[in-house]
């Protein structure tokens, strides 16, 4: 099962913000699709489950029509896999740690929130993975999302969109 992985992507913002056609293009082609929150309108959570089935949580900047139809954090199963998604995982510090006691019984979580990648596994094989984002990139030298492919184990990718 492959399942494609975006977050932070702050629409609508100004009138030539949209999602790259990679990013599209990948989203159409995904079994799943995770949304690790800041939407910000209601209206883009709508467009997206037109792609494909679409799992999502609600971000800080989220409208009130998203924080009342989102949970904060959730998890999936999927093709066998665990994996808990959130949008903030609040400091680097003790991250890792402090994911694996929010979500005790999966592989992996995803989150979002800083726009920075991150794909960081411990020895046990738990791991996080942030996809970046498609459209704002903040701090980060490229646009990225991510794909999970979940099968006998879990593995992410961090697509760079530009």
Not at 41 to 56: D, G, S
Request: aromatic fraction near 4%; glycine fraction near 8%; charged fraction near 25%.
């Amino acid at each position: 099962m492959e399942i494609a992985i975006i977050s932070d992507t702050h629409m609508p913002r100004g009138a030539k913000r949209r999602l790259p056609d990679e990013c599209v293009e990948r989203l159409r082609a995904a079994d799943l699709v995770i949304h690790a929150g800041d939407f910000m309108r209601a209206e883009v959570l709508r467009q997206l489950q037109t792609h494909a089935p679409l799992i999502a949580v609600y971000g800080n900047v989220d409208d009130a029509e998203l924080r009342s139809s989102l949970p904060e954090r959730r998890t999936l199963e999927a093709n066998g896999g665990r994996i808990g998604i959130v949008h903030d995982a609040g400091p680097s510090r003790g991250r890792l740690n402090r994911l694996r006691a929010w979500f005790p019984d999966v592989q992996a979580v995803v989150f979002g929130h800083s726009h920075i990648p991150l794909h960081e596994r411990a020895p046990d094989g738990f791991q996080i993975f942030n996809p970046g984002s498609p459209t704002e990139r903040r701090r980060s030298r490229r646009h990225t999302m991510g794909i999970a492919r979940v099968g006998q184990t879990i593995e992410f990718e961090l697509i760079a969109l530009d």
